[in-house]
Nanobody, 126 residues
Framework: QVHLEESGGGAVQVGDSLRLSCAVS????????VAWFRQAPGKERDFVGA????????YYGDFVKGRFTISRDNDKNTVYLQMNNLKFEDTAVYYC???????????????????WGQGTQVTVSS
C-alpha cells in the first residue's frame, strides 16, 4: 500500500527558509514520479515541482524561479522540498503526490496523481 507523509511545515517570516519532507512507502521514488503541489485557501492546487521516475530529472513550476529545490534521499525513500526566500504568497498547504504511470504531459495536473499525502501547512508572515 502506497503511503505518503509530509512533514516540516510551519509558520515563518518573509525571507526565511523551510524544508519539507515527503516520506514515501509502498513504492520507491526511483520508480514512481513524486511531485509537490500547493493549495492556498480558495485557490486551485498548483504544481510546485516533480522528480520524474525514470530519469530522476526534476521539473519546477513557473513561479518557483530558483527559490525552491527538490531533492531525494534514496536510502530514506524521502523526497524533499527546500524553499528559500519565502514570500507571503507562498502561504499554502503543501502536498506531495505520487504516481507510477504518469505520462510527461500530465506531470503538472493534480488530478492525474493516484496517491497523496495529508498535506502540511506553510504560513509566511511579514
Amino acid at each position: 500500500q502506497v503511503h505518503l507523509e509530509e512533514s516540516g511545515g510551519g509558520a515563518v517570516q518573509v525571507g526565511d527558509s523551510l524544508r519539507l519532507s515527503c516520506a514515501v512507502s509502498g513504492v520507491t521514488s526511483r520508480t514512481t514520479t513524486v511531485a509537490w503541489f500547493r493549495q492556498a485557501p480558495g485557490k486551485e492546487r498548483d504544481f510546485v515541482g516533480a522528480l520524474w521516475r525514470s530519469t530522476g530529472k526534476i521539473y519546477y513550476g513557473d513561479f518557483v524561479k530558483g527559490r525552491f529545490t527538490i531533492s531525494r534521499d534514496n536510502d530514506k525513500n524521502t523526497v524533499y522540498l527546500q524553499m528559500n526566500n519565502l514570500k507571503f504568497e507562498d502561504t499554502a498547504v503543501y502536498y506531495c503526490a505520487a504516481d507510477a504511470h504518469l505520462i510527461m504531459s500530465s506531470m503538472t495536473m493534480a488530478r492525474q496523481y493516484d496517491y497523496w499525502g495529508q498535506g502540511t501547512q506553510v504560513t509566511v508572515s511579514s
